[in-house]
């Protein structure tokens, strides 16, 4: 490929870059056209554009995206990069904020996701699968009675929340 770019660029095959593009990259590039340059589109966004177009969203978006970074994979490592690279098109023109859209739902999502997953396992600790003992080989009668005893506990914190709650049985 490098070398087809290497006998193809000095022929001319590829073209200048349009000032459009380069309007996208370097701030002080306008297109040339006086009707292109004056139009609200084509103006950096601000502010107040990411509110109207993405409402709540917007604010809760971020704290997604910290949440990603700092639990990174192969996964977020696709958000971080997809939002990193909306985020840099959308501040360069108005309509782009629109890339956003897809983008901050999931941000949001993985945010408000961990937020219910948080909130659950304070309310009602007996959801908790993942403890110590399920991790370690259990291979003592010491930690074999430890999970006995856990699972009785359990089970009386669920008749008791159920007894409290009688709905949840209809």
């Not at 959308?90 to 897809?102: D, E, I």
């Not at 399920?134 to 359990?154: C, G, N, P, T, W």
Request: positive net charge; hydrophobic residues 45%; contains cysteine.
């Amino acid at each position: 490929m490098v070398t087809a770019i290497y006998f193809l660029a000095p022929r001319g095959y590829f073209g200048p870059i349009s000032s459009r593009v380069r309007g996208l990259f370097v701030k002080h590039t306008k297109t040339g056209n006086p009707l292109v340059d004056s139009v609200a589109e084509h103006q950096p966004a601000s502010s107040n554009a990411y509110y109207q177009y993405l409402q709540n969203i917007c604010l809760v978006a971020p704290l997604g995206f910290l949440l990603v970074v700092f639990n990174l994979g192969d996964a977020s490592s696709f958000l971080l990069v997809y939002g990193m690279v909306a985020y840099f098109f959308s501040s360069k023109m108005v309509r782009l904020v629109l890339l956003l859209g897809p983008i901050a739902s999931a941000l949001g999502g993985v945010f408000l996701g961990k937020c219910c997953v948080w909130s659950t396992s304070e309310l009602l600790p007996f959801m908790l699968t993942d403890t110590i003992e399920d991790k370690v080989d259990i291979s003592d009668a010491k930690k074999k009675e430890a999970k006995k005893e856990e699972i009785q506990e359990r089970s009386i914190f669920i008749k008791r929340f159920y007894r409290r709650c009688p709905e949840f049985l209809e």
